[in-house]
């Protein structure tokens, strides 16, 4: 078991191997529950459409080209 200290203001450190396991990195968002007496934190995965939309700005791909590996992605697929 890890354990942190709560400041002042409710916030907590997570402690480093806990961050590690979770695959925790900074801008990661977790979610917090409630089960019976005991608080649990949970990795939230992130939009795919939002990271895409990040993916996108950093490369340049025009429609044809993205329809055309879209295209090529499900004959492979297809083929397994």
Do not use: C, H
Not at 44 to 65: C, Q
């Amino acid at each position: 078991m890890e354990e942190a200290t709560i400041t002042s203001k409710g916030q907590v450190t997570i402690p480093k191997d806990v961050r590690e396991s979770l695959g925790l990195k900074e801008g990661s968002k977790i979610g917090f529950f409630i089960r019976d007496s005991e608080a649990v934190i949970r990795p939230i995965g992130s939009n795919p459409i939002e990271e895409f939309e990040k993916l996108r700005s950093k490369i340049k791909f025009t429609k044809k080209e993205i329809s055309y590996m879209i295209k090529e992605s499900k004959k492979e697929w297809s083929k397994l």
